[in-house]
């Protein structure tokens, strides 16, 4: 998995004011409405990918690897990247889906490798935490506000660490509980920041696509614990 929120490097102060100068706007029910059709929409492709292409994704890494990888991070990189600079739905909704195809191409390789009962205990686990730390951010969005800066220097040292760490042999979930905390409070933030921007449904779609990688993320890292444990 890819470990990180692709795009965290575009949380500028560009891209919020981008997102700040949304017009068109729609009704508080409606906006959230796009927010979590958006979400469970990326989850159902994901699903049919990991279904219907686990075999063709899995052959496809194991005999051209470096272009399965490079093209992973150029769908990824490029939907992000359309994302960020699209004030227009439509567009937004082209980015979102280049990032949440290659990722279900990497679950589809990935996912096979787990038991069943261990995936859907993640997936009970990931709705849990998502559920409470959704209305944590709505409840105390001033503190999940200042956390923006901490997250990302936090993921940024961790992810750094763990690298060097898995050249030295470490295989133990410390990492993966740091991870699971960082993704947790991040869906607290990218919640609430949601709640900041104009109710429109481009910004529905760019926030959708910040919560998907949170959750996305989250339910990688407890999967692997899961499967650690079990082991």
């Known amino acids: ?46 699903a049919l990918i990991v279904w219907l292409f686990s075999d063709f994704f899995t052959s496809l890494a194991i005999n051209n690897y470096p272009i399965f990888i490079i093209g992973y991070f150029v769908l990824c990189l490029t939907g992000t990247i359309i994302s960020l600079k699209s004030q227009k739905p439509i567009f937004s909704f082209l980015g979102y889906n280049l990032v949440v195809v290659p990722i279900g191409a990497l679950l589809s390789i990935v ?42 220097i936090s993921l940024g040292i961790s992810l750094i660490v763990n690298f060097f760490a898995l050249i030295f042999g470490y295989s133990g979930n410390l990492f993966n509980w740091i991870f699971v905390v960082i993704f947790s409070l991040y869906i607290g933030y990218d919640w609430q920041k949601a709640q900041m921007f104009p109710k ?3 910004n529905a779609i ?15 890292r407890l ?9």
Request: glycine share 6%.
């Open 200 to 202: 429109t449904a481009d």
């Open 111 to 152: 996912l096979p490798t787990y038991y069943i009962s261990d995936i859907l205990f993640a997936i009970i686990a990931t709705g849990a935490v998502t559920a409470i730390m959704m209305v944590l951010g709505a409840t105390y969005p001033r503190v999940f506000a200042k956390m923006g800066r901490t997250l990302f």
């Open 1 to 46: 998995m890819s470990g990180a929120k692709t795009n965290s490097i575009f949380n500028t102060n560009e891209r919020k004011r981008a997102r700040m100068n949304g017009a068109d706007t729609v009704t508080s029910s409606t906006y959230n409405l796009i927010i979590g059709g958006m979400l469970l929409y990326g989850f159902i492709a994901n």
């Open 223 to 231: 999967l692997s614990i899961i499967s650690k444990n079990r082991d």
């Open 206 to 220: 760019d926030s959708a696509l910040d919560l998907y990688l949170d959750i996305i993320n989250l339910f990688i």
